[in-house]
């Protein structure tokens, strides 16, 4: 069994095209869509916007069904210059860039003696997620780093300094603590995003134009890695 948890209806409706024999079983008030993709048994789900849906999810999904590993996929806003609208970014290092003890002499983002500021996907997962990027022409993407916050990013000048100071790719709300609750777990993970948007204080707009056609490229990109 693989989980892949996403946080938008978009996001999970394009998972759902390639999945068949669905039956949805629901734990507490969320819904587990279990059924296969190509040869394999999954289980996806919707965990809503932020980073306490998104733990709660997560540990709800492991332990309900003991996933081999666990997907996040979805769409983010790009935040360094080698990203655009569309192109994938699979994150090699998570970070939850709101996270801030520097008041009691730890780095921003830092978490806690167990989880280091940025935790990584399983090396497995990322090498194959990359060999698609370097074999498929059709790709756009880079294996990066991704920041989570409880926010939606809009201001240009704030970007630039996550992106200086994390040396993040992108940022979006969840994929940092589906990490550290797999981390924690030792459950294997990886985060893979499509770019909806970049900041710019009008990218809402932007967000609400691509994110169903930038759904659509991140669950062909899963597809592809699942085979």
């Known amino acids: 069994m693989i989980g892949i948890i996403v946080a938008e209806p978009q996001e999970l409706n394009a998972v759902k095209e390639y999945m068949k024999n669905i039956i949805v079983e629901e734990k507490y008030d969320l819904q587990f ?11 996806v789900t919707l965990c809503g916007m932020g980073k306490v849906n998104a733990a709660r999810t ?12 666990i997907i996040n996929c979805g769409v983010a806003g790009g935040l360094s210059d080698v990203v655009k609208i569309g192109d994938i970014v699979v994150g090699e290092k998570l970070v939850q860039y709101d996270y801030d003890l520097t008041a009691f002499g730890r780095e921003k983002g830092e978490i806690s003696d167990k989880v280091e500021k940025f935790i990584r996907s399983d090396k497995a997962l990322v090498e194959k997620a990359y060999g698609i990027i370097v074999r498929d022409d059709s790709i756009s993407g880079i294996v990066g780093t991704i920041a989570t916050a409880d926010r939606f990013m809009t201001d240009p000048i704030e970007a630039k300094q996550v992106n200086e100071e994390f040396g993040a790719d992108c940022c979006e709300m969840e994929g940092a603590a589906v990490a550290q609750v797999c981390f924690l777990d030792n459950v294997p993970f990886i985060v893979i995003r499509s770019i909806s948007d970049t ?29």
């Not at 332990?63 to 081999?68: A, E, K, L, Q, V």
């Not at 710019?200 to 085979?227: C, G």
């Open 58 to 69: 997560t540990q709800t999904l492991i332990d309900s069904y003991n996933p081999d590993y």
């Open 33 to 43: 869509h279990v059924g296969d993709i190509g040869n394999k048994r999954f289980v």
């Open 199 to 227: 900041p710019n204080d009008n990218n809402k707009v932007d967000f609400d134009t691509f994110i169903v056609e930038a759904s659509k490229t991140v669950a062909k990109f899963v597809y592809e890695f699942i085979q």
